[in-house]
């Protein structure tokens, strides 16, 4: 069975940093993307960031060049770095997996909240 969970949300004040966790189990991992999302209130899910099975990364323009998508296999984690981080990243974020063969996102995990102050 396929689980996602993320963690690592909390409250930072502007400028801080933060670093998510997606613990990801009940799939390979060669076969899949997996993808960082984010929604807030009054506003539509954006895609973050993702990597592909092959290990390509992507990031949204609002984010490129401060957050960085890892992953670490032998701990079955995808992490996203989160630095510089504004007000307006505040956020429910959740991880989820795409199979290669598929446009879709078929499965998604629990989300964490990231609040920026000021």
């Known amino acids: 069975e396929v689980q996602l969970q993320a963690s690592g949300g909390g409250l930072v004040q502007t400028g801080g940093s933060l670093r998510l966790s997606c613990s990801a189990s009940?799939?390979?991992?060669?076969?899949?993307?997996i993808g960082w999302f984010r929604q807030a209130p009054g506003k539509e899910r954006e895609g973050v960031s993702c990597?592909?099975?092959?290990?390509?990364?992507y990031y949204a323009d609002s984010v490129e060049g401060r957050f960085t998508m890892s992953s670490d296999n032998a701990k079955n984690t995808v992490y996203l770095q989160m630095n510089s981080l504004k007000p307006e990243d505040t956020a429910l974020y959740y991880c989820?997996?795409?199979?290669?063969?598929?446009?879709?996102?078929?499965?998604w995990g629990q989300g964490t909240q990231v609040t920026v102050s000021s």
């Open positions: 989820g997996i795409r199979p290669t063969s598929r446009n879709q996102y078929t499965n």
């Open positions: 009940g799939f390979t991992f060669t076969d899949y993307s």
């Open positions: 990597v592909s099975g092959i290990g390509d990364t």
